[in-house]
C-alpha cells in the first residue's frame, strides 16, 4: 500500500490542487471561485452606480445596462455566494462533526468543478456577442427565442450546468451530516451551522429541480422550437414565472440559513456564552425551511392570479418572520449579559442582528397585498432584498471569515484594518440602500438606466452611489488586509485562538490531511468546550489510534467538468449563424469527454492509500 509521502512526493503543487479530493483544499477554491465571481459581480453594481449618481447620464447604454443588472443578479446568486457558503460548509462542517472527510470525497470535487464550469459558460457570453439581457429572473417573453439573444442561451445552460455541481454537493453533505457524527453526537448536539448546512442542503435538493426543469423547458424554446411558453401555441408565460419563484424562494433562505448558522456560532464564542435557547433554534430554523416553498406567490402578487391566492400567500409571508424572530431574541439573549469581545468577526455578526430587522420589516411590508401594488417593481424593493442579500448574507460571510481564517489559513487577519473595512463596508452599505426606500416610495422603477432630471430623485441617486463606492473601497481593504496578513501576521500555532466551543477548534492548527488522529468522542452540545471545563482540555478519543485510510486524487472531476462545459457550449453554437467548427463535432467531443471520465472513473477502483502510524504519530508531535 502507499503512504502518504508516496503519494504527495511526486506531484506538483498545481497538479495536487486540480486533483485534489481533500474537502478542505476545496474549500480554498471555493473560496476563490467565489471572491472572483463577487469582485466580477462587484464591479458591474459599481458601474451601474455610476451610470445613476446623475440624470440623464451617458455613461452606459441601455443594453449594456441591462446585460449588467442580468448578469450581476446571476453571477451574485448563483456564483458568488452560493460558492462563498460552500467554503466553509466543506471546511467546517466535517470538523464539527468529527469526521476526516465528507461522505465522498470523489463528488465532492466533481461539485466544485460543475459549478466551476457552469459559472465560467455564463461568464464567456460577453465574448460571443453579449451577456444575457433579460434579468437574472429571465421573464419570458425577453428571455424567449423571439426577443433573447445568444446570451440567454449561455444563462440556461450555463445555470443548468452550475446547478447541477451545487446540487450533487447538497447530496453529499445531507449523507456527510448525518451518517458521519463522531460517537455522541446526536442530532440535537450538532452546532447549528451544521444545522443550518444541513437545512440548506435539503432545500438545495428541493429547489434546484424545479428550477433544472424550468430552465430545460426554457432551452427547448429557445432551441429547439418548443411553445412550452407562447400562449399563441397554448403556452402559458406566467408557468415560467411560478416555477422560477418555487425555486426563487427557498434560494434566499438556501443562502441566509448558512449565514444564520455563522452568526449562531461567532456570537457565543465571543459573548463567551452558551447559544441562548439552542433547540429553538433548530426548529425555527426547520419551520423556515417548511415555510419558504409556501410563500413564491408574493412574488406575484400584480401578475393578477386572484384575492383569494393573494391573501393565503400573503399570511403564509407574514407567518416566516415569526421563527425569524425566534432566531433574532435568542442571538440577543446570547448576548445579554455576556463579556461581549468587539473584534471583527463580532462587529460583523452583532451588526447582522439590527440589518436583518430593517430587512425582514420591509419584507412584511411587500406582504401586505394591497400596499404591494405601490412598492412593486420599484426602488423599494431593490432596497429589501438587498439589506437581506447584503446587510444579512455579506455580514454574516466577512463575519464567517475573520472568525475561520486562523483555521483555514494559519494565520489571523489584521484586526486595525478589519475594522476599517467593517466601518466602511457597513456605513456604505446603509447610505447605498437605506435611501433607495424612499427612492421607490416616490416612484423610481428598478432596471431603468436613466431618470429625467427634475424629479427629486439626483441628490438621492448621488447618495446611494458614494455609499456603492465606499462598499467597493472596503473590499479592497478586505483584499489588501489578507495580503498584509500572509507577510507580516504571525503563524497561529495554538489550536484555539479564540476559545471558542465547538470541535474544529480542537484540531491542530493547521488541520493535518486526516482532520483527526482519533475520532473524537462528543459528551456534551458544545463538546469542545465542555473538555476545557469538565475534562482535562483534550477530546477523548473513541478509538485507539492506528494507520488512517484516504483518498487519492482524481483528474476526473474535472474533466467531467470541463466535458459538460463544451457539451453545452455546443448546444449554444446551434443558435450561432456560421460558426467556425459544426456544432455536432463540439458536442460529440464534449459526450466523448463526460462520459469517458464516468467511464474512467467507473473501472478504476481506486484503494486510496493509508497514512501508517508512526508517521501520523510524528505529525502530531510536530504540531501539538
Known amino acids: ?82 460558492p462563498l457558503i460552500f467554503a466553509f460548509m466543506n471546511f467546517v462542517i466535517p470538523l464539527q462533526i468529527g469526521a476526516r472527510d465528507v461522505a465522498f470525497p470523489f463528488v465532492n470535487a466533481l461539485g466544485f468543478w460543475i459549478f466551476f464550469f457552469g459559472g465560467l459558460l455564463v461568464s464567456v457570453s460577453w465574448f460571443f456577442g453579449g451577456a444575457p439581457d433579460a434579468g437574472w429572473t429571465a421573464y419570458v417573453p ?111 433562505y438556501i443562502l441566509v440559513l448558512p449565514a444564520f448558522g455563522i452568526i449562531s456560532e461567532v456570537i457565543p464564542a465571543f459573548s463567551k456564552k452558551r447559544l441562548f435557547g439552542y433547540t429553538a433554534m433548530v426548529f425555527a430554523t426547520l419551520i423556515i425551511a417548511f415555510l419558504s416553498f409556501m410563500v413564491w406567490v408574493h412574488h406575484m402578487f400584480t401578475v393578477g392570479i386572484g384575492p383569494i391566492t393573494n391573501s393565503v400567500f400573503a399570511i403564509a409571508t407574514m407567518a416566516i418572520g415569526v421563527p425569524t424572530g425566534i432566531k433574532i431574541f435568542n442571538w440577543l439573549f446570547t448576548m445579554w449579559g455576556g463579556k461581549i469581545i468587539f473584534n471583527t468577526a463580532m462587529l460583523c455578526a452583532s451588526s447582522f442582528v439590527p440589518t436583518f430587522v430593517l430587512g425582514g420589516v420591509t419584507g412584511v411590508m411587500l406582504a401586505m397585498v394591497p400596499v404591494d401594488y405601490l412598492y412593486h417593481d420599484t426602488y423599494f424593493v431593490v432596497a429589501h432584498f438587498h439589506y437581506i442579500v447584503v446587510g444579512g448574507i455579506a455580514l454574516g460571510l466577512l463575519a464567517g471569515t475573520f472568525y475561520w481564517y486562523p483555521k483555514m489559513f494559519g494565520h489571523k487577519l489584521n484586526e486595525k484594518l478589519g475594522q476599517l473595512m467593517f466601518w466602511m463596508f457597513y456605513v456604505g452599505f446603509h447610505l447605498t440602500f437605506f435611501i433607495q426606500h424612499i427612492l421607490g416610495l416616490i416612484g423610481m422603477p428598478r432596471r431603468v438606466f436613466t431618470y429625467l432630471d427634475g424629479q427629486g430623485m439626483e441628490t438621492m441617486n448621488l447618495v446611494s452611489s458614494i455609499g456603492a463606492f465606499m462598499m467597493g473601497a472596503a473590499i479592497i481593504v478586505l483584499l489588501i488586509n489578507v495580503v498584509y496578513s500572509a507577510y507580516t501576521s504571525k503563524r497561529v500555532t495554538v489550536r484555539d485562538p479564540w476559545d471558542a466551543r465547538t470541535l474544529e477548534w480542537a484540531t491542530t492548527t493547521p488541520v493535518p490531511e486526516y482532520n483527526f488522529a482519533q475520532t473524537p468522542q462528543v459528551r456534551s452540545l458544545d463538546p469542545w468546550f465542555y473538555e476545557k471545563v469538565h475534562g482535562d482540555g483534550t477530546m477523548k478519543p473513541a478509538e485507539p489510534m492506528d494507520e488512517i485510510h484516504m483518498p487519492n486524487g482524481s483528474i476526473l472531476p474535472l474533466t467531467i467538468g470541463l466535458g459538460l462545459f463544451v457539451w453545452g457550449f455546443g448546444m449554444i453554437m446551434m443558435q450561432m449563424e456560421n460558426p467556425l467548427i459544426p456544432e455536432w463535432i463540439v458536442i460529440g467531443a464534449g459526450v466523448i469527454i463526460t462520459f469517458g471520465s464516468m467511464l474512467l472513473h467507473s473501472i478504476h477502483e481506486d484503494h486510496g492509500y493509508h497514512i501508517p502510524l508512526d508517521k501520523i504519530k510524528k505529525i502530531e508531535k510536530e504540531v501539538s
Not at 169 to 184: K, L, Q, Y
Not at 204 to 232: E, S
Request: glycine residues 10%; contains cysteine.
Open 142 to 252: 425577453l428571455s424567449s427565442g423571439e426577443y433573447g439573444d445568444l446570451g440567454l442561451d449561455f444563462y440556461v445552460l450555463g445555470l443548468q450546468i452550475s446547478g447541477l455541481g451545487t446540487l450533487v454537493s447538497a447530496i453529499n453533505f445531507i449523507v456527510t451530516i448525518i451518517n458521519m457524527r463522531a460517537p455522541g453526537m446526536t442530532m440535537m448536539r450538532l452546532p447549528l451551522f451544521c444545522w443550518t448546512g444541513l437545512v440548506t442542503s435539503i432545500l438545495i435538493v428541493f429547489a434546484f429541480t424545479p428550477l433544472a426543469a424550468g430552465l430545460a423547458l426554457l432551452m427547448l424554446d429557445r432551441i429547439f422550437g418548443a411553445q412550452y411558453f407562447n400562449p399563441g401555441s397554448g403556452g402559458n408565460p406566467v408557468l415560467w414565472q411560478h416555477i422560477f419563484w418555487i425555486f426563487g424562494h427557498p434560494e434566499v
Open 1 to 82: 500500500m502507499a503512504t502518504a509521502t508516496a503519494t504527495n512526493t511526486n506531484k506538483s503543487v498545481l497538479w495536487d490542487w486540480l486533483t485534489t479530493v481533500d474537502h478542505k483544499k476545496l474549500a480554498v477554491l471555493y473560496l476563490i471561485a467565489g471572491a472572483l465571481f463577487f469582485l466580477k459581480a462587484g464591479l458591474m453594481a459599481i458601474f451601474m452606480r455610476i451610470q445613476l449618481m446623475s440624470a440623464e447620464n451617458t455613461f452606459l447604454s441601455g443594453q449594456t445596462f441591462n446585460e449588467f443588472v442580468t448578469m450581476h443578479g446571476t453571477i451574485m446568486l448563483f456564483l458568488a455566494v452560493t
